[in-house]
């Protein structure tokens, strides 16, 4: 990452939550003088807070020279109205996912920026066309969207939609490549590339959890011995509960498919203010850095399926990646790069390869007879790629097309 370049531009960030803090101190690291804007003072003071801890770790990890973290503090500056955000060029919005709060903050923005500014939203469950169709320059508008920890995922996915202009596109790889950033190009449509495929496996994973079929320990231990970073109990609480629900509820909203509702467990947990790591208690209990294996939501106990792990888990989402592709939203090269630059995933496209188009149908065909739900289909590529005579090499003659 760029950490020590000075002399870029100025940028805002408005709402610094876990997402919007990091955010700017991603911005901060690449040499923009940023203003974070928050409402009340005490978010501004927790936001402060956690970008010092996040600095000061990265420091400790030699991700920035020592004295590093002071000067990109120092880059940041905190205030409670929009109208501090005039004169500059780029502003990332990221205020909770409340359309009417989204549209009345790029109200003040619009209003507030010049006609040069870009206007970005780092939405993960709202249109971005919607957000844009609302503003005077529709052209300008964009979405960035960053993964958790923002200062550590390398990947920003960037939307655009039937509105934006080429201008807009351009300028925005360009400061998020000078950011020290991997860049995929998405439309507007729910979960976009990362969240299209991840979101659904947390979903089966929380489901998997509340039927008993496994304890929290057994399924996060099969899901990292399959080379995942974390489990995805472990990943929710990450992620936050709030925000899977809303982006599940959107990929419902769009797709119809009923597997997309949220499990009913995090949704409970969700009413209840367990949000995740940032509440301090979700799947998990957190105590500062310590995560505790609290009792939390026990469900009743099954006969255990770990065993079925993690294919039961993992073929379901490899199907959706070829899903994707053959809707032509995505390229196994841009799965690939979303899932582990966005995720620290394996590549989706290598897992395939290593199950086998055959194996990965048998469990698809199973999984879709078990629950009868039309959106675990198998994939017609996956069908395709398991009839031809050598299903590895077609495999790989697919990435190839795309490449
Ligand atoms: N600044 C810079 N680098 C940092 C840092 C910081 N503040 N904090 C940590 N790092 C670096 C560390 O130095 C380390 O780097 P190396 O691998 O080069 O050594 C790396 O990040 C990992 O840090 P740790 O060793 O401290 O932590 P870990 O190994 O336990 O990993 C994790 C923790 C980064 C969270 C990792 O488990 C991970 O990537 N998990 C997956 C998280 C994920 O999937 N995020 C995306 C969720 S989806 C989303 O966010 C979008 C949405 O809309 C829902």
Redesign the pocket.
């Known amino acids: 990452?760029a950490d020590s370049t000075e002399g870029a531009g100025r940028a805002g960030v408005v709402g610094l939550g876990t997402?919007g803090a990091g955010i700017a101190?991603v911005l901060a690291r690449g040499g923009w003088s940023v203003t974070g804007v928050e409402e009340q003072p005490e978010a501004l003071a927790r936001a402060e807070g956690r970008i010092q801890t996040?600095?000061a770790?990265?420091e400790s990890?030699?991700?920035?020279a020592e004295g590093e973290g002071a000067v990109v503090r120092q880059r940041i500056s905190y205030r409670t109205g929009i109208d501090a955000l005039a004169g500059c060029e780029l502003v990332v919005e990221a205020v909770p996912e409340l359309p009417e709060l989204k549209r009345s903050v790029f109200a003040r923005l619009d209003a507030v920026l010049g006609p040069d500014a870009v206007l970005a939203t780092n939405t993960?469950s709202l249109s971005v066309t919607a957000l844009a169709a609302s503003t005077s320059d529709p052209s300008r508008v964009v979405g960035v969207?960053?993964?958790?920890?923002a200062?550590?995922?390398p990947l920003v996915e960037v939307i655009s939609t039937v509105l934006t202009s080429t201008g807009t596109l351009e300028r925005v790889r360009e400061i998020l490549a000078g950011l020290g950033k991997t860049t995929i190009a998405c439309a507007d449509r729910a979960g976009f590339v990362?969240?299209g495929l991840?979101?659904g496996y947390l979903n089966a994973a929380a489901t998997w959890y509340e039927r008993g079929y496994g304890t929290r320990a057994e399924i996060d231990a099969a899901l990292v011995g399959a080379g995942m970073?974390?489990g995805p109990l472990a990943?929710l609480d990450?992620?936050?509960l709030d925000?899977?629900v809303n982006?599940l509820q959107r990929m419902y909203g769009q797709f119809g498919e009923r597997r997309f509702l949220p499990a009913p467990l995090l949704s409970s947990l969700v009413e209840a203010g367990l949000l995740g790591r940032k509440t301090g208690r979700g799947f998990y209990t957190y105590d500062g850095s310590t995560t505790t294996d609290a009792p939390g939501v026990v469900p009743p106990p099954a006969a255990s399926r770990a065993a079925e792990l993690p294919e039961a888990l993992l073929v379901p989402y490899l199907n959706d990646a070829l899903t994707m592709v053959g809707v032509r939203y995505a390229s196994p090269a841009t799965v690939d790069t979303g899932m582990s630059l966005?995720?620290?995933?394996p590549r989706p496209f290598d897992q395939l390869a290593a199950l086998g188009p055959v194996r990965a149908l048998a469990v698809q065909q199973q999984v879709f007879a078990e629950t009868a739900e039309p959106g675990y289909r198998p994939a017609r590529l996956l069908e395709q790629l398991a009839a031809a005579a050598d299903p590895d090499l077609a495999l790989h003659a697919l990435r190839a097309a795309h490449l």
């Open positions: 990452m997402m101190e996040s600095t770790y990265a990890r030699g991700k920035l993960s969207h960053f993964f958790n920890p200062p550590v995922q990362v969240n991840l979101i970073p974390m990943l990450l992620v936050g925000v899977t982006v966005g995720c620290r995933m």
